[in-house]
């Protein structure tokens, strides 16, 4: 049984920050991937941001970039995003899934990923 469980969501300001957790579990193989997406409401669900396991390569969508950072921790169980100067816009619920070998033409595709996490709501009020 994979798990994906986030935690970090919540309600801020413009201007404020918040940093999501990913943690992973129940893995037979390293995750490869894990990319961070969001769905707002009558939205598509879009990539956000994503990190290549091993090497470490990072992506973001271009509405994040500067503001979002994807990392991952020494032992390779724990995904971060660090989300700052959050704005209105960014207020979606927000899913981590792990990949395989994922393409990096495809790394921000939720199509290219296997498992999901249970989604954490972040809030941002202008």
């Known amino acids: 049984q994979v798990q994906l469980v986030e935690s970090g969501g919540g309600s801020v300001q413009a201007g404020g920050s918040l940093r999501l957790s990913c943690a992973a579990s129940g893995y037979k193989y390293s995750g490869r991937s894990i990319g961070w997406f969001r769905q707002a409401p009558g939205k598509e669900r879009e990539g956000v941001a994503a990190?290549?396991?091993?090497?470490?390569?990072?992506y973001y969508a271009d509405s994040v970039k500067g503001r979002f950072t994807i990392s991952q921790d020494n032992a390779k169980d724990t995904v971060y995003l660090e989300m700052n100067s959050l704005k209105p816009e960014d207020t979606a619920m927000y899913y981590c899934?792990?990949?395989?070998?994922?393409?990096?033409?495809?790394?921000?595709?939720?199509?290219?990923?296997?498992?999901w996490g249970q989604g954490t709501l972040v809030t941002v009020s202008s």
């Open positions: 899934a792990a990949g395989l070998y994922v393409n990096p033409a495809r790394i921000l595709l939720q199509q290219a990923y296997h498992y």
């Open positions: 990190i290549y396991s091993g090497g470490g390569s990072t």
